[in-house]
T-cell receptor, first 111, second 116 residues
């Protein structure tokens, strides 16, 4: 069964706009990670946020974590065409030995 | 770009054949995981190797097997290929304590397997 579920499934915006993606999960976590995947290639790690953190920034990326609601959000500010990709959240399984991914959010940024 | 490499990039096999996919972990990483990603889906965990031993397995049949070598490179073997095995296969390496994923995983570019 899937641990993380991203919302929305697809998002289309114009360059310069902000993009927000949400992730919900089911069980308690040690950390939550966000990955980007360009057109069927490997996944690129974006941010890891630990369960005792509420917000984390990396360049144009901002991730929040609400453990009481079992949810996280990824905000990309001032989006660019190069941000076009699929974005996945992932959490570890109960044993801590595997990442469980949702189906992802497909982001399209048009110029 | 990460230091994780995979070979081959693409592969075409026929049903019933066997395939071996290879992964070279990022330097210093002691844990490697393999994932299967079908089109339009998120990656699904196959198994993890930690210090050359299988340390966790997802919901995949025994015909999916693996190896991790002393230099932390890894292989994924799939026997008796089925049409549904067509997917992108990703390996990911990380540095972990006891194989638990408390840090980020670094993914390779993947091997696209097509089974005809």
């Amino acid at each position: 069964s899937q641990q993380g579920e991203e919302d929305p499934q697809a998002l289309s915006i114009q360059e310069g706009e902000n993009a927000t993606m949400n992730c919900s999960y089911k069980t308690s976590i040690n950390n939550l990670q966000w990955y980007r995947q360009n057109s069927g290639r490997g996944l690129v790690h974006l941010i890891l946020i630990r369960s005792n953190e509420r917000e984390k920034h990396s360049g144009r990326l901002r991730v929040t974590l609400d453990t009481s609601k079992k949810s996280s959000s990824l905000l990309i500010t001032a989006s660019r065409a190069a941000d076009t990709a699929s974005y996945f959240c992932a959490t570890a399984n109960q044993a801590g030995t595997a990442l469980i991914f949702g189906k992802g959010t497909t982001l399209s940024v048009s110029s | 770009e990460t230091g994780v490499t995979q070979s081959p990039t693409h592969l075409i096999k026929t049903r019933g054949q066997q395939v071996t996919l290879r992964c070279s972990s990022q330097s210093g990483h002691n844990t490697v995981s393999w994932y299967q990603q079908a089109l339009g889906q998120g990656p699904q965990f196959i198994f993890q190797y930690y210090r050359e031993e299988e340390n966790g397995r997802g919901n995949f049949p025994p015909r999916f097997s693996g190896l991790q070598f002393p230099n932390y490179s890894s292989e994924l073997n799939v026997n008796a290929l089925e049409l549904d095995d067509s997917a992108l296969y990703l390996c990911a390496s990380s540095l972990s304590a006891s194989g638990r994923l408390y840090n980020e995983q670094f993914f390779g570019p993947g091997t696209r397997l097509t089974v005809l």
